[in-house]
């Protein structure tokens, strides 16, 4: 039995089908400067697996809240699904929402930080 050469096998041309028209359907938005110094909220939701004195060490460590707010934020997300973190300009809440999702990656925990755009 022949084997034939890998580099002279025939592809069908898939391309040729004058009956067939890709329209790309995709929109793309430039962001400028200003929108990344628009304002953003940074929200953490609950989950049901993150210890809640570890909630607050990061929320005072990445985020500056006195002891008091960060009980406040984590009782709130706690109760409630989500809270409130913070309002920040956008690559400052990307850089702090990446860093306290490191750390609690680092230490199994499934903790989630999301920005959404201050309107």
Request: glycine fraction near 4%.
């Amino acid at each position: 039995m022949a084997t034939q050469d890998p580099d002279t096998r025939v592809m069908p041309d898939l391309t040729s089908d004058p009956d067939t028209r890709v329209i790309p359907d995709v929109t793309f938005i430039v962001a400028g400067r200003e929108d990344f110094e628009k304002p953003y909220r940074v929200i953490i939701e609950n989950d049901d697996v993150t210890p809640m004195d570890f909630v607050v060490m990061v929320l005072r460590l990445f985020f500056g809240l006195s002891l008091a707010d960060a009980m406040q934020v984590m009782l709130t997300a706690h109760n409630d699904g989500r809270a409130l973190v913070a309002t920040m300009p956008f690559e400052e809440a990307q850089e702090r929402v990446y860093s306290a999702h490191t750390v609690a990656r680092e230490e199994g925990y499934p903790l989630t930080f999301y920005l959404e755009p201050d309107a």
